[in-house]
Each structure stands twice: as structure tokens, then as C-alpha cells.
């Protein structure tokens, strides 16, 4: 089994910054992709930012410029550094990861962090 703790969330103004962080613990023999999501109230959950084992990065359009993932995989541990927050990027954040087990490959989510942007 594999869980992901996520930190980091809370109340900030426009135009403000956080960092959200995610690691990973217990029973796994790799993880793959890392990732973040958010889901805001009525939405569907959508992908933010992505990041493979070796570096590899994908961003929403919404996010592009202004938020950065990185991992640090000594840590199982991945960042999304958030700048230039906008009121619509209010959310729960939630963290994922492609892990390898003994059951197989497979995809696990953190338990979520809000995210609210607001003066």
C-alpha cells in the first residue's frame, strides 16, 4: 500500500505564493509519474502539473508560467510551487503517483489540501 500525505494549502491574497508538497511512504518497489490535481466546488477534477522520474514536466494552460512542479525522488517527495495566485485557482489540491507494488502498477491519491485565493 502506498500514502501520499500532502502540506502546504491555505488562505493567501491575489497574486500571493505557496508550496505544496507530497510524499510518498510505505510498500512500493518505484513511483512513476507524480502529479497534481485540483477540484474546484462544481468542477470536475482536472490535472494541473505532471512530472516523470526523470524530469519531465506537463502543465495546464491555466497554470503554464506561473506554477513549477519538481520532485525530489531520494525523497519520494513532490513541490508544486504556486506564483501569481489567482482567485480561480481556488481549490483542493490533490497529489498523485504511479506506483509499482507486489499487486502491480497503479495510481494512488493523496487525501487533498485546499488552495483558497482571496482578499
Known amino acids: 500500500q502506498v500514502q501520499l500525505v500532502e502540506s502546504g494549502g491555505g488562505l493567501v491574497q491575489p497574486g500571493g505564493s505557496l508550496r505544496l508538497s507530497c510524499a510518498a511512504s510505505?510498500?512500493?518497489?518505484?513511483?512513476?509519474?507524480m502529479g497534481w490535481y485540483r477540484q474546484a466546488p462544481g468542477k470536475q477534477r482536472e490535472l494541473v502539473a505532471s512530472?516523470?522520474?526523470?524530469?519531465?514536466?506537463n502543465y495546464a494552460d491555466s497554470v503554464q508560467g506561473r506554477f513549477t512542479i519538481s520532485r525530489d525522488n531520494a525523497k519520494n517527495t513532490v513541490y508544486l510551487q504556486m506564483n501569481s495566485l489567482k482567485p480561480e485557482d481556488t481549490a483542493v489540491y490533490y497529489c498523485?503517483?504511479?506506483?509499482?507494488?507486489?499487486?502491480?502498477?497503479?495510481?494512488?491519491w493523496g487525501q487533498g489540501t485546499q488552495v483558497t485565493v482571496s482578499s
Open positions: 512530472i516523470t522520474p526523470g524530469g519531465s514536466t
Open positions: 510505505g510498500r512500493f518497489f518505484s513511483i512513476n509519474a
Open positions: 498523485n503517483a504511479v506506483a509499482r507494488t507486489l499487486a502491480g502498477t497503479r495510481s494512488y
